[in-house]
């Protein structure tokens, strides 16, 4: 079995379509008017993006604390990469710099009130 997509609500589906299709390599499969896409990445996970406007409300989406999507970069090098290029973007807040957190290193931003994490995967040497 494996995981088929997860669905993240957002305010504005067209700026979360330019972050996950620019950054994280996902590739568009179908938006519906702006009010809902599908995306892909290579390993044929999806990410539903549903529009608030489909719950008949106009605000912010809240997401429990704590709750966030997390993305593995190769390593540390690749995280401040990351790091630089999305703090170009004009619709991000970011807690810190990339640093050590847990037994990894990298950084946490958010996309309206979703948390990301982008970070080194700590697991790395126990899959080889």
């Known amino acids: 079995m494996s995981l088929n997509h997860i669905n993240l609500v957002v305010k504005d589906v ?20 702006s009010k809902m896409a599908v995306l892909e990445n290579n390993d044929q996970f999806a990410l539903v993006i549903w ?10 989406p809240e997401y429990p604390e704590n709750f966030h999507i997390g993305f593995y970069q190769e390593d540390q090098e690749a995280v401040w990469n990351m790091y630089r ?6 619709n991000l807040r970011f807690e810190a ?14 996309f309206e009130d979703l948390m990301i994490e982008v970070s080194v ?4 040497e126990n899959l080889k």
Not at 51 to 60: A, S, T
Not at 85 to 90: F, Q
Not at 97 to 110: A, L
């Open 97 to 110: 710099e990339p640093k050590s957190i847990r037994n990894t290193f990298g950084f946490y931003f958010y």
């Open 121 to 124: 995967n700590p697991f790395k």
């Open 51 to 60: 529009g608030q406007v489909l719950n008949k409300r106009e605000d912010i």
């Open 14 to 33: 067209d700026k979360a379509l330019h972050l996950f299709t620019n950054y994280f390599g996902f590739s568009m499969v179908a938006n519906r008017n």
């Open 85 to 90: 290029k999305l703090k170009e973007e004009e």
